[in-house]
């Protein structure tokens, strides 16, 4: 598995991340947009770092015990896990943005935005030289 | 309207280039991934204006130096200046430039200079710009100044990857990425 799925989740991770740059530069149109890329650009990082760092990707069904198994992942490689709080922040809007009854705000939607960003930065400078 | 007094006074050549750096860093904060920018990094490091290193300084190195009308000499617009002594001359002064450029150990280099004609872009700086061996290109941005608003960068001609020296990309990886105690002037903080 390797090496192959790293590079395929670290791309669909990149390319949900700059679509949410796109859409976050209109947010009148596209704060639900931006609020959805930014859960699910977490969540293909998340499992990049994940593969990168064990080589096998996590069959959590909650996304929660896949963060929970990417910490213990980072122990074992001496790896800060300083990032993951913010992958714990929007994993926990994912049911609000994806499949929620009511409009996300704004002021909400920005705070995922950074959360996201954030999130993307860490993982960058994991993935950045093990790809 | 109100005229201050410092609108009306025209930009010294520092004020000039520091905007220009500063469009040319907001330009890479939004091509890269989540990158660390330095401006203006110490030269015993790297002399390059700007330095951006993609992916959250885990990634490949972009370097740029940024060049205003004054450092060109005579401005070379589209119309009567553009005569042949004057192209010749700013062929000179850029040739050097891109010799800088090329030895700058960078994945990705690009000079940004105020817009030139056309004429001057392919003729004689599109030859300059290929590395001797053809792995790796020097990419052209282009700064347009608009008065009181923001400088604005945008990329002219693509760049291609250049290869680095592995123990020159060590001491920058050493030096300034990896150094704590180095602060980049733009990051996505964690």
């Known amino acids: ?131 | 309207m109100v005229t201050t007094k410092s609108e009306s006074r025209p930009l010294t050549a520092r004020q000039q280039k520091g905007r220009a750096v500063n469009a040319v860093a907001e330009m890479l904060e939004r091509r890269l991934a989540v990158p660390k920018i330095y401006l203006e990094p110490p030269s015993s490091i790297i002399s390059a204006d700007v330095l951006a290193v993609d992916r959250a300084g885990a990634g490949d190195l972009h370097a740029v130096e940024v060049k205003c009308y004054r450092q060109l000499g005579k401005e070379p617009s589209s119309t009567e200046h553009d005569t042949e002594t004057a192209l010749r001359r700013v062929r000179e002064t850029t040739r050097s430039w891109l010799r800088h450029l090329i030895a700058m150990p960078a994945h990705y280099k690009y000079l940004a200079i105020p817009r030139l004609s056309w004429r001057f872009l392919n003729t004689m700086l599109v030859p300059m710009l290929l590395s001797a061996d053809g792995i790796g290109k020097i990419g052209i941005i282009e700064i347009v100044e608009r008065g009181q608003e923001p400088s604005t960068a945008e990329i002219l001609i693509l760049p291609e990857r250049f290869r680095v020296d592995a123990a020159k990309l060590t001491k920058i990886e050493k030096t300034l990425i990896n150094n704590k105690k180095v602060r980049p002037d733009i990051e996505v903080r964690i």
């Open chain 1, 1 to 131: 598995m390797g090496e192959i799925s790293v590079r395929v989740y670290h791309d669909r991770a990149s390319q949900l991340s700059n679509a949410m740059e796109l859409c976050h530069d209109d947010m009148r149109a596209y704060s639900a947009a931006v609020g959805l890329l930014a859960v699910h650009s977490a969540i293909s990082y998340n499992d990049a770092v994940l593969i990168s760092l064990t080589g096998k990707k996590s069959h959590a069904r909650d996304h929660k015990q896949a963060a929970a198994v990417t910490i213990k992942a980072c122990r074992t490689a001496k790896i800060q896990p300083v990032g993951l709080r913010h992958l714990d922040t929007l994993i926990g809007a994912k049911a609000d943005v994806s499949c929620g009854n009511e409009r996300v705000d704004n002021q909400r939607v920005e705070f995922l935005y950074q959360s996201a960003r954030r999130f993307r930065a860490w993982a960058e400078s994991i993935l950045g030289g093990r790809r």
